[in-house]
Each structure stands twice: as structure tokens, then as C-alpha cells.
């Protein structure tokens, strides 16, 4: 791909790729844990080979021992415990697009001294100081434009919106909002390059780092502006760049690298959250008037379908020393794959755990991952989903499944979601 044909990428085009990466075979991944669940909880092999989908890994699996985990408590001691099943493996494989830098694959103290800079601008206190921006763009730009045609594909601003949002709260200038569209473009282009069909796996990779450092240059523009103009403003990029713990301080490169995760990282996670949400939603019978008449129930729906249908459907780790699960030895440096997706089901931990239940006690799931590298960004992505919620339930009467388009189905082995949400009101 050329410097040129980068600039015209389309965001949609990018996505889907990432979609078909991600999708791999049709084995009911369910199902496939269910088994496992009743019959083999620790699993001596690479379960994750059978769907054919990278892993977070961006490694062959196959060159190591290989292990995987399907029970809650299991997946919660592993996830938790950071000093002993670590991620810096990620910086090798994925993370080769972000420079490496991303906080995903960081461990330890490295791990803990940014995440301390970083949390503060992520917590509620924060975060809820957004609501009323993050409100009028989707009302704005997304909903109110859609009122006079009566139908939509819900996709299609579930697809833009999170993106959108998160260019407005980084602090992108708003000349160009539609910039958005092509930074968001090059960062799936970056999470496509974590291919694994020999015969992609090339042209993906040498995507992903022109993507890469168009990112970059684009997002060390605005940083090295805003901190000559005195790193002032309440929006994330002048957050990161005042952040301070302990008298040390973000650098440039390390605001620049770091915002270049979060698109990919805020974007399509909450796309295909939403598409879930929606789905769920429209086809489970008594359910969308249910939330539609309660609107404090939109939380719970949230959370609800974040654990039974989370959108990464499996977290790996690497063992840094021998250690025995359930009785199984693991050896120092083999991999263990939690498989999020059925430790969110386990009948051990949440009663009737296959059922769909609106009304659940509140109890920690994974989908939003656990422990040391637990989704920093889930209080933004939790204020996006309920505010695009209530936007569609308060401007567009009457919602409902569009009887002329099929009902959307979610699938994927890896990524989860539902592709389209074909929805009509009055
Ligand atoms: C519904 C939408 C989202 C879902 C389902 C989701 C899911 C996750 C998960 C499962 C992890 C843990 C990864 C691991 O343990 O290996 C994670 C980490 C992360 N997420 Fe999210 N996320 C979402 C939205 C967001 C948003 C909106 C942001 C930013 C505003 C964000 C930023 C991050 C970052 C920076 C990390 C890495 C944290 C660390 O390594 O310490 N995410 N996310």
C-alpha cells in the first residue's frame, strides 16, 4: 500500500478487515467452552488454534506450551495476579505497531507507575465531566439527523460514534472533526496487522506500520503544539500531558504512543459492545420495553451483556514460573489463554449463567478483563453506551427490529458483535 492510498483509507474498509481477521471459524465458541467447562477445565493445548484467529499474542502459540482456563475463578487468578502471568510478551507481536509503548504489554512497576499517571483522568470524578459533551455529539451529529428517515442500520453510528467521541475528548482540534475518520482508519489498520493468513500476513503488516507512523506524526503534531501552548485544557491530550506520580511526568512520545492506543482501544471495543447491547435488546422478547419504561435498567443491561457476550472473547498471558492449576503443572514461560467467555457463564459463579438476565445481582465478569490491566477506559465507554441509549429512546419513538431485514445476529470467535442492526420507528 502507498503513502497515498493511506490517506484515502476508508474507516468502514478498515473495520471490516479487522472484523474478518478477528471472525474465524464457525465452531460455536459457546458451546465449544461449555464442554470444556464440564469436561476438561484445564486445558493442555492451544484451544484458541480451532477458531483460526490471532491471538493478542501476535506470536505462534503453537512454539510453546500451551494451556487454557475456563472457569471464574481460575480466569480471576490468573488476570489478577500480574507478577506471575505477565503481558510483556504483547510488545513483540502486536504491540511492534504501537513502538511497542502500548500499556497493554507493559508489566510491574513500568506497568503500575503509568497506569497511576494515567487513572486519575479515567475515574468517574472525571470522567462524568464529559457527559454533557459526549451527549450533544451523539444527539447532534448522530441521532437527530437520522429522526426524518424512519429506519437505519444502527451500525453504522455505532460504528463512527465512539470514535468520534473519543477525537472530541483527546482534544483533536474541531476545524477538521472529520479527521476522525482517518485516524480511526489507520488505528484498525494497526490492530489488522496482528494477522495470521500466510497470504495476507505481509500486506498487513506493511499496512499497519504506514498506518502506524501517519498516527503518529498526526497525533505528535497536536502534542507537541498543545504542550508549547502550555499543556492547558481538561480534555485528555492536556491530562496526559500535565499527569504527574510521584514527580515523574509523561513525555511526548509516551502521550503520543499512548493516545495512539486508545482509538483502537475506545473505538471499536465500544462498536461492538453496542451492537451486542442493541441486539440483545430487540430480540429477546419483553426486554426493550422493559428498558425503554425503566431507564435505570440501562446500566444493567450494559454490564449484563458485557458478561454474557463480551467482545474479546479470550485474554492470554505468559507464566513467568512453574505453577499448578487444578492440579495441572504449567511451566514457566508457556502460555495461558483465559478464556473470558466462559469463565463470564461458569454455573459455579452466576447462577443460570447461559441465560440472558437484566435483572442480576451486580458481580464482577470479565469482559471489561480483570486485575492490574483491567479496562482503564470502561467508565467512558459505559457514559457512550447509556447517553446512545437514551438517545435512541428518547428521539426515535417506537423503535423496533426492522421486519424487512434480517435480525442481527452476534458472532465471532475472537471479536464479538453483530455486523448490522437494521432497526425502523414512527
Ligand atoms: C465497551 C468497550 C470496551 C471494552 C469491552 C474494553 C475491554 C477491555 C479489556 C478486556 C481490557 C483488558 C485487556 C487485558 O487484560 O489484556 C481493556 C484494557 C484497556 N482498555 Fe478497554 N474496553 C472498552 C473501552 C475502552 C475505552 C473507551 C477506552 C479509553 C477511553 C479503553 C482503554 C483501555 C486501555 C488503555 C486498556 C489497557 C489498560 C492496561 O493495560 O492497563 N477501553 N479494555
Not at 502534542?223 to 492536556?238: K, P, Y
Not at 503520543?256 to 442493541?278: D, I, N, Q, Y
Request: with cysteine; glycine share 8%; charged share 25%.
Amino acid at each position: 500500500m502507498t503513502e497515498s492510498t493511506i490517506e484515502d483509507m476508508k474507516l468502514e474498509n478498515a473495520y471490516s478487515a479487522v472484523s474478518a481477521t478477528y471472525k474465524g471459524t464457525d465452531i460455536d465458541i459457546h458451546e465449544a467452552c461449555r464442554e470444556m467447562r464440564e469436561t476438561t477445565p484445564v486445558y493442555e493445548g492451544d484451544f484458541i488454534a480451532q477458531f483460526g484467529v490471532p491471538t493478542n499474542a501476535g506470536l505462534a502459540l503453537g512454539t510453546r506450551p500451551n494451556f487454557a482456563l475456563f472457569k471464574y475463578n481460575d480466569v480471576m487468578s490468573v488476570l489478577r495476579d500480574g507478577d506471575t502471568f505477565t503481558n510483556g510478551f504483547i510488545a513483540k507481536g502486536f504491540g511492534e505497531a504501537f513502538n511497542g509503548l502500548t500499556i497493554l504489554a507493559m508489566d510491574g512497576d513500568e506497568h503500575k507507575s503509568v497506569r497511576q499517571l494515567l487513572h486519575p483522568a479515567f475515574m468517574p470524578a472525571s470522567v462524568n465531566k464529559w457527559h454533557d459533551r459526549i451527549d450533544e455529539v451523539i444527539r447532534r451529529d448522530y441521532i437527530l439527523p437520522m429522526v426524518a428517515d424512519k429506519k437505519a442500520d444502527l451500525m453504522t453510528f455505532g460504528l463512527d460514534f465512539p470514535l468520534r467521541i473519543m477525537y472530541a475528548l483527546m482534544g483533536f482540534p474541531e476545524d477538521d472533526a472529520e479527521k476522525y475518520r482517518k485516524y480511526a482508519a489507520w488505528s484498525l489498520a494497526m490492530v489488522g496487522g496482528n494477522q495470521i493468513d500466510p497470504d495476507k500476513v505481509d500486506d498487513a503488516k506493511t499496512t499497519a506500520k504506514q498506518a502506524s507512523k501517519a498516527l503518529y506524526q498526526a497525533i505528535n503534531e497536536v502534542v507537541v503544539s498543545r504542550r508549547a501552548a502550555g499543556s492547558e485544557g481538561d480534555d485528555l491530550i492536556g491530562r496526559l500531558l500535565r499527569a504527574e506520580h510521584e514527580g515523574r511526568m509523561l513525555n511526548n512520545h509516551e502521550v503520543v504512543t499512548f493516545a495512539m492506543m486508545l482509538l483502537p482501544a475506545a473505538g471499536e471495543t465500544t462498536t461492538r459492545t453496542l451492537s451486542s447491547v442493541l441486539t440483545i435488546m430487540f430480540t429477546t422478547p419483553g426486554l426493550l420495553e422493559k428498558v425503554r419504561d425503566n431507564r435505570e435498567l440501562i446500566p444493567k443491561l450494559i454490564d449484563e451483556t458485557v458478561r454474557y457476550e463480551p467482545v474479546a472473547t479470550f485474554k492470554v498471558r505468559e507464566v513467568a514460573k512453574d505453577v499448578e492449576i487444578r492440579g495441572v503443572s504449567i511451566p514457566k514461560g508457556s502460555f495461558v489463554q483465559c478464556m473470558v467467555t466462559s469463565a463470564n457463564r461458569d454455573e459455579e459463579a452466576f447462577e443460570n449463567g447461559e441465560t440472558f438476565d437484566v435483572d442480576r445481582k451486580a458481580k464482577p465478569s470479565f469482559g471489561f478483563g480483570f486485575g492490574p490491566h483491567m479496562c482503564i477506559g470502561q467508565f467512558v465507554a459505559k457514559l457512550e453506551l447509556k447517553n446512545a441509549l437514551n438517545a435512541i429512546f428518547d428521539l426515535l419513538p417506537n423503535i423496533r427490529l426492522d421486519p424487512s431485514k434480517p435480525a442481527p445476529v452476534i458472532e465471532g470467535a475472537q471479536l464479538r458483535g453483530a455486523s448490522s442492526v437494521h432497526v425502523i420507528w414512527d
